[in-house]
Each structure stands twice: as C-alpha cells, then as structure tokens.
C-alpha cells in the first residue's frame, strides 16, 4: 500500500498504513505579496499528548488542530460507518502504534473493557484481593455500564481467566 489521501483533509495529508501522516506538494496563496508559492509535502513530526498518543498538527479549514494519528489512519484505512461515535483500540495496548494491522474500531464500553494497563496490586485489570476469605481473588467487570460480580476464586489465574471470558463475551455481544 501507497500514501491515501485522508477523509476531509483529500489534497493536504495523507496517511500510510505504518502510521505516518504527511503533508502533500501544494500550491498556496501568499496573502502578503499576492503571488502562489509551491510548498513542498513532508512528514509530520509527531508528539505524544498527555495521555501517550501520538498526535500531528494539521490544519482544518484554517483552524490548525492536534489530531491522535491512531484516528486518522483508522479513518483512511479501516471502515466505519460513524467513526465520530466510536472509539479507535490499539490491539496491542501501546499507544504509539499506530499500524493499520494493530488499529480497530470498537464501542466506547468494549474499548473500556479492552484496558492493558493497570496500576492494582495485583496487575490485572478487575481483580482484587481480599484477604482473610476462602477464597480471596475476586473478580468483576461491566456491561453497558453496569457493574458485574463475576465470583471469588482461589488463585489469581483463575479470577483473570473469568475476567478475560467476560471481556470476550462483551465484546462478542
């Protein structure tokens, strides 16, 4: 696959399934002097928000705005038939890849039950330790908003194998 012109940004930026955005070879309109000037197209230097996304600068019907590049190479490559309504999952849980075969379109709770980091004790998105019980691993998780018990276990592995099958049921649903 080649560079694509991005939707509604068709003849600025284009978009490559590594991950990269770049500008396109223009002509433009110098509003001091009067004269076209040809601009020549690069790629865009990147930089990571505050929340670990790569993001470019791109200009939008004269309004510049930083844009998440995971969204704009989902947009030009993956189809979606409202992209402004759903969220964009990177597969492998890092933020700064931003490869077409690692991006997916998903619902907002699929994509919040798809979370890979985790700052509990126990390193697993939903479960919990409660010592002192028989069985001490609890595991939970949610649907549509909805907060589920999915039961105490003995070990941890087993508590993570419950939430893994309840985040595969949800998102099959």
Same mark, same amino acid.
């Given at each position: ?75 030009? +490559?993956? $189809?979606?038939?409202?992209?402004? *309504?759903?969220?964009?999952? =990177? %597969? ?60 105490? +276990?003995? $070990?941890?592995?087993?508590?993570? *194998?419950?939430?893994?099958? =309840? %985040? ?6």
């Amino acid at each position: 696959m080649n560079w694509i012109d991005i939707p509604g940004c068709a003849g600025f930026y284009q978009a490559h399934p590594n991950g990269v955005i770049r500008s396109t070879d223009r002509k433009v309109h110098d509003q001091n002097n009067g004269k076209i000037l040809s601009v020549k197209g690069r790629e865009l230097k990147p930089q990571i928000n505050h929340r670990g996304y790569l993001t470019v600068s791109i200009c939008i019907n004269g309004q510049r705005k930083q844009v998440p590049i995971h969204r704009l190479i989902a947009k030009t +490559f993956l $189809s979606c038939d409202t992209p402004d *309504a759903m969220d964009v999952d =990177h %597969i492998n849980g890092i933020r700064t890849d931003n490869r077409v075969s690692n991006l997916r379109w998903l619902k907002r709770h699929q994509n919040c039950s798809n979370r890979h980091a985790c700052k509990s004790k126990t390193n697993v998105v939903g479960v919990t330790f409660y010592a002192g019980k028989h069985k001490p691993w609890r595991a939970y998780g949610s649907n549509n908003g909805r907060y589920t018990h999915l039961g105490y +276990f003995a $070990s941890l592995n087993e508590a993570a *194998a419950a939430r893994r099958k =309840h %985040i595969q049921e949800v998102m099959n649903a």
